[in-house]
């Protein structure tokens, strides 16, 4: 079993529709948990960092943590053709990052 | 603020050959972080440079190495090269390590 398992994709919506993205992990000791976006050919942009369970939220993100559950996910709110990237969950007990294998997002117009 | 440069961004090398890649942190960041991207395996870590220190390290072979300068800057080197080697090698930093990682653009390295 993978210490960390991403929903498979790829994934499209229309424009304007809430998308959901969801990670699983297994390791106890994770304790920061990160969403990264990838847009082709460039490197991971920070998202969303949190540490604890319960909501983050900014702007049209929120980062959802359950640690009882070992479940991560990000919610995107009035999706933008801007955000078709592939997006990625990531979470570390300290500096060593393991990254789920990513999903990839088209929004549609 | 000037963010994570890596230089160079794409390269071209053949089997059993070395290479070597650089990255320069955030100002003010002492952390570097080397990762590996390919579509198969998708992001690993490699290791981690503090203060000169490699401080964390993941699974891969004794061919991939690293170091660190005082000024932060890190240079990670592949020698004899396979073609599996080939990916996208990804540079992080972060001030301390245990925090939000800021990538760089990635050096893409194509092995024939």
């Known amino acids: 079993q993978k210490e960390v398992e991403q929903d498979p994709g790829p994934l499209s919506v229309p424009e304007g529709a809430i998308v959901s993205l969801n990670c699983t992990y297994s390791n106890s000791a994770f304790q920061y948990f990160m969403w990264y976006r990838q847009y082709s050919r460039k490197g991971p942009e920070l998202l969303m960092y949190t540490y604890s369970s319960g909501n983050k939220e900014d702007g049209r993100f929120t980062a959802q943590v359950d640690k009882s559950s070992k479940y991560i996910s990000l919610f995107i709110r009035d999706s933008q053709p801007s955000d078709s990237a592939t997006y990625l969950c990531?979470?570390?007990?300290?500096?060593?990052?393991?990254f789920g294998k990513g999903i990839t997002l088209s929004v549609r117009p | 603020k000037a963010g994570v440069t890596q230089t160079p961004r794409y390269l071209i090398k053949t089997r059993g050959q070395q290479v070597t890649l650089s990255c320069s942190p955030i100002s003010g960041h002492r952390s570097v972080s080397w990762y590996q991207q390919t579509p198969g395996q998708g992001l690993q870590f490699l290791f981690e440079y503090f203060s000169e220190t490699q401080r964390n390290k993941g699974n891969f072979p004794g061919r991939f190495s690293g170091r660190q300068f005082s000024n932060s800057r890190s240079e990670m080197n592949v020698s004899t090269l396979e073609l599996g080697d080939s990916a996208l090698y990804l540079c992080?930093?972060?001030?301390?390590?245990?925090?939000?990682?800021?990538f760089g653009p990635g050096t893409r390295l194509l092995v024939l």
């Open positions: 992080a930093s972060s001030r301390s390590g245990q925090e939000t990682q800021y």
């Open positions: 990531a979470m570390t007990p300290d500096s060593k990052l393991t």
